[in-house]
């Protein structure tokens, strides 16, 4: 079970903290990632974790924007998003998938979350 918080409405330059709390699998071997959703629009991935060595991958144009990382004592993945802006409104979302593997393809994730909405203001 993956939940999401941390989502708001914040203002155009903002940050936000998005938070992932996982529960019901072994945090050694899979993937984490976060992906967002806009109305009307396709869901995309923005970043992803792989937990057996914290590595990441990014979509390209959120490098140096956003920053994905973990905290195995709490089994929490977090998304700092900085420099927010309305482009950025959409619904967040976390996901899992069972073994550590770089990918942002929605297709091969196996678990999702219900959503966080982020709204960045002008």
């Known amino acids: 079970q993956l939940v999401e918080s941390g989502g708001g409405l914040v203002q155009a330059g903002g940050s936000l903290r998005l938070f992932c709390a996982f529960s019901?699998?072994?945090?050694?071997?899979?993937?984490i990632g976060w992906f967002r959703q806009a109305p009307g629009k396709e869901r995309e991935g923005v970043a992803c974790?792989?937990?057996?060595?914290?590595?990441?991958l990014y979509e390209n144009s959120e490098k140096g924007q956003f920053t994905i990382s973990r905290d195995t004592a709490t089994n929490m993945v977090y998304l700092e998003m900085n420099n927010l802006n309305p482009d950025e409104t959409d619904v967040y979302y976390c996901?899992?998938?069972?073994?550590?593997?770089?990918?942002?393809?929605?297709?091969?994730?196996?678990?999702w979350g219900q959503g966080t909405q982020v709204t960045v203001a002008s």
């Open positions: 974790i792989m937990t057996n060595d914290d590595s990441t």
């Open positions: 019901g699998f072994v945090f050694d071997d899979y993937t």
């Open positions: 996901a899992s998938l069972e073994k550590a593997t770089y990918t942002l393809d929605i297709e091969k994730y196996e678990a």
